[in-house]
């Protein structure tokens, strides 16, 4: 996966990535202190900040030129952005229907989803009621469920407490592997990126760090 | 074009002046009167008395000028011109300083108040500090009132007179009188650049408040008691001369026929306007939430004001001959009008930080592919439905009383608003306060319909999805 010309001028700051090289599987990360321009990074992939001649090469498929919702590519914020009039089982099924994928192999989804993360139980309360660990599940089976080209984690961890920090880990870890999702894990965390990432990009003050 | 300079200036000294005075009076006596509200402990209370500090100004400023002119008439004559301006303008905006100042006050003097506190602080002290702490807020605040009151319309229109003009009725009667467009547009850039100046005086990148609010038992050390209850007694007040007023006003209004007509008819009319104002105010807020997020689009709006009310009352009646239009094609137009110049408002007051507060949640749904119907169906909608309602309603509420828009392009008495404008030109204000009473009647039903109707929860009318389990994705 190659990334070219993920330039941004925000005035005091600015993104200066002209060519950057990602294995397409796996997990990667991307390291830096706050204020790095880490999320930054991760928005202008998306699409959600403008990078006119931005090029990202994945699978010969030039992905910069897509819209948004074409992209198919999902993301755990790092406040996790769960749709709080919905339940976590609606939150879940918004991915499904968002992504055109028919009712069936929706609830399949759903079922095993819901069983490898441990949120049968939740599935039905709204996600106001969840705590952190529980949105965070919620989060990543919705990022999950329409099978997206790549996943974004953004410091995913950040809001839990220590003690549920290495569970979650270890959670994300087994699934992100069974699922076989390319993932970019944003962090500025040891902990995160030694138990999840196979490889590691360091960034500071917009620029990548050779 | 000739511009009468010499005249130009005095309605720009004028409206400069009267807008010192007046913002000085406001934020001065709400500073002294949120210092008494902040500390108030029971929430209910405090919502009671925010409710009725803010009462003035969100109900119609027509409601407010016929209460002030009642009130003033238990002690003699209404001071008309530069000072009747200012007293109204009071009127309208201190409870809203007040409220204003009185959450800046538990949001951001939290550790200032305690450390006081603890080091054995006078009271005048505290409040001395208090106040310097909260000099950049109350800048802002200061300029916000200011440049409301240097570009206000309806108030000086009624009770302005030659000492209370401002550059706004300036520019109305150049039109009404003179008929000269191009002078009242000159004006109209004159106006825009004068407040485009003065907000230059507004502080930007003010640091962000206390993440923890103050304890009340703190702010009971700075608590001015006295200027809360002067503040709410003035309200109280406006309500006794409202009540004086329709005392007064139903007996002559029982006896003239001829007037009950006109207040019939224009009662229809003022239902049609007020639900086509909510409407339009809907339509225009469904459309910018379904183009969100749309960063260029609220940049936009933000800096979007509609130059000058009358220029563009006028403007309207240039385009469109009127005279041939049938009653309710005249209202739809002032509808339109009227929304068009208080959108801006509406998206200053609530919708465009609703729409920021949900902005993650869009951006997500945007993510995992929703289009753009699905994202304002299933995420945009529900979220902000009630805000919409409210301002929807809001909308129909300030429009039902609507007479300086409305007068300029009806020509007749086609709403209350313009019979109550006609009747208080007439100095009956008596009867204009029977009228504007029941023009704001009208504008309440109005709202409670947008707030009910807006808020239903629509049922779907195919089943609802099975979900794997078997039951509905709601649950039970």
Known sequence: MVIKNLIRNYGDFQIDIPFWSLPDHGVSALSGPSGSGKTSVIRMLLGLEPCPGLVWTFHDLDLAQLSIEKKRLAVVFQNYELFLHMTARENIQFAVSARGIDKVTGQI????????????????????????????????????????????LDEPFSALDAHLRSEAR????????????????????????????????????????? | MTVPLTELFLVIGLSAAQALVSATIIVALGLLAAFGLAPIRKSNIKKSIELILLAPSLMPTLLTIVASLDLASFFGRFPIGFWGVVVVHFFVNAGLAAVSISQLIESRLS??????????????????????ELSEQLRNIFIFFFILCFASFSIPLVVGAQTGRTVETLIYETLLDHNHFKLAL??????????????????????????????????????????????????????????GGTAHGLSEFGHNSVLLDRVTQGALGTFFEALSVGGLVTIISCLVVFLTPSPRLHQLLLAFSVPSAAALGFLLVAIFDLTEWPDFAVVMLISVGFAILIFSTIHRMRLGDALLEIQGSVESAQIFGANRWLRFSKIIWPQIKNDI???????????????????????????????????????????????ALLATAIGVVTYFIFRFFLTLELKPLSPAPQTFSGVSSHGH
């Open chain 1, 109 to 152: 989804r759903l079922k095993n989803l819901a069983q490898r993360l441990q949120i049968e139980s939740v599935l039905d309360r709204s996600a106001t009621v969840l705590s952190g660990g529980e949105r965070q599940r919620v989060a990543l089976a919705r990022a999950l469920i329409g099978e997206p080209r790549f996943l974004f």
């Open chain 2, 111 to 132: 550790g200032i108040i305690e450390l006081g506190t603890i080091e054995g602080a006078s009271k005048f002290q505290l409040i001395k500090l208090s106040v310097r």
């Open chain 1, 170 to 210: 270890l959670l994300v870890k087994t699934v992100v592997e069974e699922f076989k999702i390319p993932t970019l894990l944003v962090s500025h965390d040891a902990a995160d990126i030694e138990v999840l990432a196979q490889s590691v990009t360091k960034i500071d003050k917009g620029r990548l760090v050779i």
């Open chain 2, 389 to 435: 309602a409210y301002l929807a309603g809001l909308s129909a509420l300030w429009a039902s009383c609507d007479f300086a828009f409305a007068s300029m392009l009806a020509g007749r008495d086609l709403t209350l608003g313009v019979t109550a404008h006609g009747l208080l030109a007439g100095y009956r204000s008596e009867i204009a306060t029977i009228v």
């Open chain 2, 186 to 243: 000159f004006y109209s850039a004159i106006q825009v650049a004068l407040i485009g100046a003065f907000s230059l005086f507004r502080r930007q990148n003010i640091s962000a408040p206390s993440l923890r609010r103050a304890h009340p038992r703190f702010l009971d050390r700075v608590s001015l008691g006295p200027f809360l209850w002067a503040l709410i007694s003035l309200s109280v007040l406006l309500v006794v001369g409202l009540l």
